[in-house]
């Protein structure tokens, strides 16, 4: 459309953000259907929204001739799709400054044809991430990275890596596809950055440890490892193994892994497996290049796993008091894929986390911190475990895939229980590199005759 409402970030031509505050939106907490009424809090300069006479203050209260009852991210979504595969006009119900009578307001935008009635099919998912791919291209830095969002040399690798994963989803490596030269780029970037990582945004002051460097270093690793199986060069697998090599040597005695190594951090906690899940999924990478994985690694990991969960396959967030027990869509998603990557899926183990994933595909909304973290495992493992439990994940995400579409060809992200509980988003501080990687990353999982070739390393279906 596209006007931004609760806590959708500017995009890039604009002013910065305010970190991650969200604003407007009125939805009680836990709701993550969307609020009944919708405070327009920005306007794309320029775009549909604005040129229709809609103005920061405006309240979208309805579609057409209904208000919102139950939500308003299904009506929107739903309405956007049948405009764009039609007549290229949505009615919004409008309250002008939120008082007064709701009136009807005529948006237009851009038609996309019949494929448009069905973005995770065919062309109309095709052409969704071949503009998402393309303005991913037009931010990268001729270094080969991205402006800054996240923390320091972690982020600035974590997002290069983001975006490599995208191209090479899409179709390209390192001789074919229209993005090789930014995959070159970014492999390049992450090769000189890599050995630089270690405190959060270069540390803080008062002593505590801030060392994020294993999200780095795991990211990292599933980029280049990918890379290396599709287009072979020394000095990727080079890098590859320095970054495997650091994530072993960081794994914690008690067989998980911590945002980073040094003990526990400046909150007094030490593993996340979400992190763990993560480190599987470089080492595993890895290992196809030729890296021995230590067997101990991969055993005292399991452990630690199976201690976190409840048995039933799905990952607690850890083994400490209070954060065991309770399975987790992203993170077992996460720890399933590695155990994919290191050729693992046929053990007892795997099997219970792919039978958590399938029963629990469609539960992204019960992540932590970062959404988009959640929506990305789980969409890219949903699809690699079959076109059923991708079909149970995208009933409830093609809602929120449609509505997180920006006019520029970027994906942005949205509110959602925990950040309307906490008033910031995470998704939102870390940028729009971040979120726009990440929708496109589990668009291209399910390769396809339009160019999508997904992501046969990691989910071993070479």
């Not at 009125?26 to 040129?51: F, H, V």
């Not at 072993?248 to 992190?275: C, M, R």
């Amino acid at each position: 459309m596209k006007a931004a409402a609760s806590s959708a970030p500017l995009p890039s031509n604009e002013p910065p953000r305010q970190g991650g505050r969200r604003s407007g939106g009125r939805a009680p907490a836990g709701a993550d259907d969307g609020p009944t009424q919708l405070r327009i809090d920005l306007l794309y300069p320029e775009g549909p929204a604005a040129k229709a006479g809609l103005v920061v203050g405006d309240w979208i209260v309805g579609v057409g001739s209904r208000k919102f009852k139950e939500g308003s991210l299904a009506p929107l979504a739903k309405a956007l799709v049948r405009a764009e595969s039609s007549k290229g006009v949505v009615t919004l119900l409008v309250q002008r400054g939120g008082k007064g009578k709701a009136e009807k307001v005529d948006v237009t935008i851009p038609v996309g044809g019949a494929a448009a009635k069905k973005p995770l099919a065919g062309p109309g998912r095709a052409a969704l991430w071949k503009q998402s791919l393309t303005w991913l291209a037009q931010r990268q830095q001729e270094d080969g990275g991205f402006v800054e969002t996240l923390s320091g040399k972690n982020g600035a690798v974590i997002q290069a890596a983001m975006a490599g994963l995208a191209w090479l989803g899409g179709g390209s490596d390192l001789k074919n596809g229209a993005h090789k030269d930014n995959v070159r780029r970014a492999a390049d970037f992450v090769i000189a950055n890599v050995s630089q990582l270690g405190a959060m945004g270069g540390g803080r002051p008062g002593g505590a440890n801030w060392n994020q460097a294993n999200w780095g270093y795991a990211h990292a690793a599933m980029f280049l490892g990918e890379l290396h199986a599709r287009t072979p060069d020394e000095g990727v697998r080079a890098s590859l193994h320095f970054c495997a090599k650091r994530l072993v040597e960081t794994q914690e005695t008690s067989g998980g892994w911590a945002h980073g190594p040094g003990g526990k951090n400046a909150l007094n906690y030490l593993e996340l497996n979400i992190v763990t899940g993560l480190a599987l999924c470089g080492l595993g990478a890895a290992q196809q290049s030729g890296f021995e994985v230590p067997e101990s690694t991969i055993e005292k990991a399991e452990a630690y796993l199976i201690a976190s969960g409840g048995g039933d396959g799905g990952i607690g967030y850890s083994t400490s008091p209070g954060q065991k027990g309770s399975g987790n869509i992203g993170r077992t998603a996460a720890a399933w894929i590695g155990y994919l990557a290191l050729g693992k899926r046929k053990s007892a183990w795997a099997k219970k986390m792919a039978g958590y994933v399938k029963r629990n595909a469609d539960e992204v909304m019960g992540g932590h911190a970062s959404l988009m973290q959640h929506i990305l495992l789980a969409g890219v493992a949903a699809q690699a475990h079959g076109k059923g439990t991708a079909k149970t994940y995208w009933k409830t995400m093609e809602r929120d895939l449609v509505l997180a579409r920006a006019p520029d060809g970027s994906f942005q992200p949205r509110p959602w229980h925990e950040s309307l509980s906490m008033g910031s988003n995470s998704d939102v501080t870390f940028g729009e590199v971040w979120t726009t990687a990440a929708w496109t990353m589990v668009l291209v999982a399910t390769p396809s005759k339009e160019g999508a070739v997904g992501y046969p390393a990691l989910t071993a279906t070479r």
